[in-house]
C-alpha cells in the first residue's frame, strides 16, 4: 500500500511544485476516483467511489479492475484497455459519457465518466472520474419520452425561446406547413410562415400572439409552403421557471378550415333567411352553399307533403359528379317528425366522410329552419288571406281575386250575401252558438257551389259569391238558389232558427273592384232596408240614394254635435171636451245646405250611423228643460210626451239618462211620458221589459204609439 502511494503521489505530483497536494484532493473529491496500474489493478478507490460502487476500498484495492466493470461491458473491457495502452490517446475518447454502473448488490446507476490515461517511470496508469448522473439521465430520458411524444401528436407544435425563436417542431408542423426542423429553427413564426395580405389585420394579430405572456389563441388565414391557404387556430402557451422567469413558450396550430367552411356555410344560409326568399330559391341557396363546401358535389332537397318526397330544390351540375357516393339525412320538426330528406353525392375521395357528415348535419338543420320558416310564412298568408273560422277566402283574398278578374278583361258577377236575423241566435244563445249557425250555412254553401265560383267571408255575417256566368237568368237563377240554402231552419242545441239571406248583385262590365263591391254592398242594404230574405240588382238610382246618406249622414252628425236639431211642441186635447191633456214634443231638423229634412228621413238614418241614442239623450234634456221654462212663467203642462226610438229602449243608460234629466231641471216623473212602438212591445225583450219598468218605477208614464197610422 505505501509503494502504491508512492506511485500516486510521483503519478499527481510529477509537475506539481506543491507536493502532497492532489493525492487528498482526489480522497476528498465529490467524484469517484479510480486508479488502476499496468496490470488493471485497482491503486486508489476514494469514499466517494466507495459510495457509487457500494464496495468498501479493502474489497476493491488490489483486484483487477473487472470487478468494477458492468458485466455486458467485461468481455470487451481487456482488449480495449491493451489496445490503448498500446497507442492510444492520452484522455480517453467520449470522456464525458454517459454509463451505467453496476453496483455491488446488482443494482444499476447512471454515471458520468471521465478517464484519463498517464505514463510514469515508463508504466503506463489510467485515472477514472465518475459522478452520479441519474437526475440527469432521468430529466434527459423525460425530456426524450416527451419530445417522442409531441412528434407524434396529430397536432403540429413548436417551440420558442424567449426572444421567440423556433427552437423545437414535430413532424405534424412540418406535414402541415412543410417546413422541417433544419428550416424552422431559428426563424420567428411571423417570418417563416407565410402570410396572406387578405385579412389585413392577420400579421399584426399573429404578432401579438407570439408576444403574449399569459395563455392565449386566435385564427389565422395561413399559406403552407405549397401555397395551400388554411385556416389555423393558434394557442400559445409560456413556460416559467420556479424564479418566474419566462424559458420557453409552446405554441400549437389547429387545422379549422372545415369548421370555417362549415361556419362560413351556416352564416350564409341563416343571412339568406334574413331576407326571406322565396321557398324553392332558399332551397338553391341551401344546395349551392353545400356546393361551394364540399368538392365535385350534387345536392337535392326534398320536402315531404303526406309522407311523401316533393322535390325542393338541387343543385345545377349533378351529372357531372363521377364515381359518386350518396349520403342521405332526414330533415326534422323542431317535435322529431320528418319533414323532408337531404341528398348529397360526392366523388369518390373528394371529402372525408366525417366532413361530409358534419356538413349533412349542420345542413340538415338549416333545411329544418327554412321548412319551418315556410310553414310559418304559409300560416301568415292563410291569417291574411283566410278566414280563420270559416277557412273562406277573406277580404284581402277577394281583393286580389276580383284584381285579378278585371285585369284579365273578365267582367264577373259580385252576389254579397247578408245572413238576416243572427243576432236572435246571439240573443238567446250567444256569440259561440251565432258562430256554429254561421258554419253551418257556409256548408250549405259549399255544398251547392260550382268549380268556377268563388266564395268568401268578408266580415261577421256577410258574405261574397263572384261568378263568371254573366247572362240575366242565370244570375238570377243564382240569387234564388242561394236564398233556398237557408230554406230549412238551422238546427241549434235542438232548436230551431229560421234564417233568411239579404243579397246584393253587382255586375257592369269593366267596372273595376271597389265599384263592383260597393255597389254590391247598397243592393243588399236595400233589401236589408225592407225586410230583407231576398235579392236586389244595384241600380244607378240606388247609387245616388246611397252618395246622398253619406252626405245627409256627416250633416247630421254636424248638427247633433252643435245642437242645430229643435223641439216642436204639438197640443194633444181630448176630442170631446176640448181640454188639454198634454203636449207631445216633436224633433225637427233645418239644414242650412239641405233645408228641411223630415223626421222620416233624418230618424232612420240616425239609426243607420250610430247616432240615434245622442238624438234621444238630447230629446230627452230639451223636453225636461222646456217643461221648467214654463213652469217658471206659470204656465201648466199636465204631461209632456217624447218619442224614443226602439234602438234607444236597448241600452242599459236609458233609465240614467232620463233621471239625470229630470234631476237636473227637477221634473217629477208624471209630468213626462215615454212612447213606445206597439212592434217593439211585441219582441218580448226581457232587458227592454226591465228599462220600462225601472222607468215606471220612477213615474215616468208610457204610452205605445203606431207609427205610420198617426193614432196614439
Same mark, same amino acid.
Given at each position: 500500500m505505501r509503494q502504491d502511494a508512492e506511485v500516486i503521489m510521483k503519478l499527481t505530483d510529477a509537475d506539481n511544485a506543491a507536493d502532497g497536494i492532489f493525492f487528498p484532493a482526489l480522497e476528498q473529491n465529490m467524484m469517484g476516483a479510480v486508479l488502476i496500474?499496468?496490470?488493471?489493478?485497482?491503486?486508489? #478507490?476514494?469514499?466517494?467511489?466507495?459510495?457509487?460502487?457500494?464496495?468498501?476500498?479493502?474489497?476493491?484495492?488490489?483486484?483487477?479492475?473487472?470487478?468494477?466493470?458492468?458485466?455486458?461491458?467485461?468481455?470487451?473491457?481487456?482488449?480495449?484497455?491493451?489496445?490503448?495502452?498500446?497507442?492510444?490517446?492520452? $484522455?480517453?475518447?467520449?470522456?464525458?459519457?454517459?454509463?451505467?454502473?453496476?453496483?455491488?448488490?446488482?443494482?444499476?446507476?447512471?454515471?458520468? #465518466?471521465?478517464?484519463?490515461?498517464?505514463?510514469?517511470?515508463?508504466?503506463?496508469?489510467?485515472?477514472?472520474?465518475?459522478?452520479?448522473?441519474?437526475?440527469?439521465?432521468?430529466?434527459?430520458?423525460?425530456?426524450?419520452?416527451?419530445?417522442?411524444?409531441?412528434d407524434h401528436l396529430d397536432r403540429p407544435v413548436i417551440v420558442l425561446d424567449p426572444e421567440r425563436h423556433i427552437v423545437q417542431c414535430n413532424r405534424?408542423? =412540418?406535414?402541415?406547413?412543410?417546413? *422541417?426542423?433544419?428550416?424552422?429553427?431559428?426563424?420567428?413564426? !411571423? =417570418?417563416?410562415?407565410?402570410?396572406?395580405? #387578405?385579412?389585413?389585420?392577420?400579421?399584426?394579430?399573429?404578432?401579438?400572439?407570439?408576444?403574449?405572456?399569459?395563455?392565449?389563441?386566435?385564427?389565422?388565414?395561413?399559406?403552407?409552403?405549397?401555397g395551400e391557404k388554411i385556416w389555423i387556430k393558434a394557442s400559445i402557451s409560456p413556460v416559467y421557471d420556479v424564479l418566474a422567469h419566462l424559458q420557453n413558450l409552446v405554441m400549437t396550430f389547429s387545422d379549422i378550415t372545415e369548421e370555417r367552411q362549415i361556419r362560413q356555410l351556416e352564416g350564409n344560409i341563416l343571412a339568406a333567411m334574413c331576407s326571406s326568399p322565396p321557398f324553392h330559391e332558399m332551397g338553391e341557396i341551401i344546395c349551392r352553399n353545400i356546393e361551394s363546401v364540399l368538392n365535385e358535389s350534387h345536392v337535392s332537397l326534398f320536402a315531404l307533403r303526406n309522407g311523401m318526397p316533393i322535390h325542393w330544390a338541387s343543385s345545377s351540375h349533378g351529372a357531372e359528379v363521377?364515381?359518386?357516393?350518396?349520403?342521405?339525412?332526414?330533415?326534422?320538426? $323542431?317535435?322529431g317528425a320528418p319533414a323532408g330528406i337531404l341528398q348529397i353525392k360526392t366523388s369518390s375521395g373528394a371529402e372525408t366522410s366525417a366532413f361530409i357528415e358534419r356538413v349533412a348535419d349542420i345542413s340538415q338543420h338549416m333545411a329544418a329552419l327554412a321548412l319551418e320558416q315556410e310553414k310559418s310564412r304559409q300560416h301568415i298568408e292563410q291569417l291574411i288571406q283566410f278566414d280563420p273560422m270559416t277557412g273562406l277566402p277573406n277580404r284581402n283574398n277577394l281583393h286580389n281575386y276580383l284584381d285579378d278578374l278585371v285585369d284579365k278583361a273578365v267582367s264577373?258577377?259580385?252576389?254579397?250575401?247578408?245572413?238576416?236575423?243572427?243576432?236572435?241566435?246571439?240573443?238567446?244563445?250567444?256569440?259561440?252558438?251565432? !258562430?256554429?249557425?254561421?258554419?253551418?250555412?257556409?256548408? $250549405?254553401?259549399?255544398?251547392?257551389?260550382?268549380?268556377?265560383?268563388?266564395? *268568401? $267571408?268578408?266580415?261577421? =255575417?256577410? #258574405?261574397?259569391?263572384?261568378?263568371?256566368?254573366?247572362?240575366?237568368?242565370?244570375?238570377?237563377q243564382i240569387a234564388d238558389e242561394l236564398r233556398n240554402v237557408v230554406s230549412k231552419p238551422i238546427m241549434i242545441d235542438n232548436k230551431p232558427f229560421p234564417l233568411t239571406l239579404s243579397i246584393g248583385i253587382s255586375y257592369d262590365v269593366g267596372k273595376n273592384r271597389d265599384y263592383l263591391l260597393s255597389t254590391a254592398h247598397n243592393a243588399m242594404d236595400y233589401i236589408r232596408k225592407n225586410g230583407g230574405n231576398g235579392w236586389q240588382f244595384f241600380s244607378p238610382a240606388m247609387n245616388e240614394m246611397v252618395k246622398e246618406r253619406l252626405v245627409l249622414g256627416a250633416a247630421l252628425k254636424e248638427a247633433i254635435s252643435n245642437n242645430q236639431l229643435k223641439l216642436v211642441y204639438q197640443p194633444q186635447i181630448f176630442a170631446e171636451t176640448g181640454e188639454l191633456y198634454g203636449i207631445e214634443a216633436l224633433a225637427r231638423w233645418h239644414d242650412p245646405l239641405h233645408g228641411h229634412v223630415p223626421p222620416s228621413r233624418f230618424i232612420p238614418l240616425a239609426e243607420e250611423i250610430g247616432e240615434i241614442e245622442n238624438i234621444g239623450r238630447w230629446v230627452i234634456a230639451e223636453a225636461c228643460r222646456q217643461l221648467a221654462e214654463w213652469r217658471s212663467q206659470n204656465i201648466h203642462i199636465p204631461a209632456l210626451s217624447v218619442n224614443l226610438s226602439a234602438l234607444h229602449f236597448r241600452?242599459?243608460?236609458?233609465?240614467?239618462?232620463?233621471?239625470?234629466?229630470m234631476h237636473a231641471w227637477g221634473i217629477d216623473g208624471h209630468q213626462l211620458t215615454v212612447e213606445i212602438t206597439e212592434s217593439m212591445m211585441m219582441e218580448h225583450d226581457t232587458e227592454i221589459f226591465k228599462r220600462i219598468q225601472i222607468l215606471r218605477d220612477m213615474g215616468v208614464g208610457l204610452s205605445v204609439d203606431d207609427f205610420g197610422t198617426g193614432d196614439g
Open positions: 496500474n499496468e496490470n488493471d489493478e485497482v491503486m486508489f #478507490f476514494n469514499p466517494a467511489a466507495e459510495k457509487l460502487w457500494g464496495y468498501k476500498r479493502e474489497e476493491v484495492i488490489g483486484n483487477n479492475i473487472d470487478m468494477l466493470i458492468p458485466r455486458d461491458l467485461r468481455p470487451a473491457h481487456p482488449e480495449y484497455i491493451r489496445h490503448n495502452r498500446e497507442g492510444g490517446k492520452a $484522455r480517453v475518447e467520449g470522456m464525458s459519457r454517459e454509463l451505467q454502473l453496476e453496483k455491488k448488490d446488482g443494482s444499476k446507476i447512471w454515471t458520468r #465518466f471521465a478517464l484519463s490515461k498517464v505514463s510514469a517511470e515508463g508504466k503506463v496508469y489510467y485515472l477514472a472520474l465518475v459522478r452520479d448522473a441519474s437526475v440527469e439521465m432521468a430529466q434527459k430520458e423525460q425530456t426524450r419520452q416527451l419530445i417522442i411524444a409531441v405534424a408542423f =412540418t406535414e402541415m406547413f412543410g417546413y *422541417c426542423i433544419s428550416e424552422a429553427s431559428g426563424m420567428q413564426p !411571423d =417570418t417563416l410562415l407565410n402570410i396572406p395580405e #387578405f385579412p389585413a389585420d392577420n400579421r399584426i394579430r399573429l404578432q401579438q400572439l407570439l408576444w403574449k405572456t399569459a395563455r392565449d389563441q386566435d385564427e389565422f388565414l395561413l399559406l403552407t409552403r405549397t363521377q364515381n359518386a357516393q350518396s349520403w342521405s339525412a332526414t330533415i326534422r320538426q $323542431r317535435d264577373p258577377v259580385v252576389y254579397l250575401i247578408g245572413v238576416d236575423h243572427i243576432q236572435d241566435v246571439i240573443d238567446s244563445l250567444g256569440y259561440a252558438w251565432a !258562430d256554429q249557425a254561421l258554419l253551418e250555412v257556409v256548408n $250549405r254553401f259549399r255544398e251547392k257551389l260550382k268549380p268556377d265560383q268563388y266564395l *268568401c $267571408r268578408i266580415e261577421g =255575417t256577410q #258574405f261574397v259569391l263572384v261568378s263568371l256566368e254573366n247572362d240575366v237568368s242565370n244570375i238570377t241600452s242599459n243608460q236609458l233609465p240614467n239618462q232620463v233621471s239625470d234629466a
